[in-house]
Nanobody, 126 residues
Framework: QVQLVESGGGLVQAGGSLRLSCAASGRTFSSNAMGWFRQAPGKEREFVSA????????LYADSVKGRFTISRDNAKNTVYLQINSLKPEDTAVYYCAARESFNLLAAANRGSYRYWGQGTQVTVSS
């Protein structure tokens, strides 16, 4: 069992930055590849980014490439999402998720994640 708790969301102006954190507890954090998803009102939850168990490999949705950076600190059982150049269309609830696999095969598929956090709200004003 893995418990995930996100933090770092908030209200920011367009062009601003945020750093989201996801603290994990339970099973060995370093065994899991991790991902971030987001869900805007009235829309399906969509893939944002993922990182392999070691942190060596990362994956990004096209819509966030160059603006978002995922990282992890296995010693702190935490995964991060640095969000820069925020746009109003980035407004959503951001969810952290953990998958049983250690790699990024099918990492954009939300069905491949077993554990989910409760989400943190990011609101970007224009």
């Amino acid at each position: 069992q893995v418990q995930l708790v996100e933090s770092g969301g908030g209200l920011v102006q367009a062009g601003g930055s945020l750093r989201l954190s996801c603290a994990a507890s339970g099973r060995t954090f370093s065994s899991n590849a991790m991902g971030w998803f987001r869900q805007a009102p009235g829309k399906e939850r969509e893939f944002v980014s993922a990182i392999s168990r070691s942190g060596r490999d990362t994956l990004y949705a096209d819509s966030v490439k160059g603006r978002f950076t995922i990282s992890r600190d296995n010693a702190k059982n935490t995964v991060y999402l640095q969000i820069n150049s925020l746009k109003p269309e980035d407004t959503a609830v951001y969810y952290c998720a953990a998958r049983e696999s250690f790699n990024l095969l099918a990492a954009a598929n939300r069905g491949s994640y077993r554990y989910w956090g409760q989400g943190t709200q990011v609101t970007v004003s224009s």
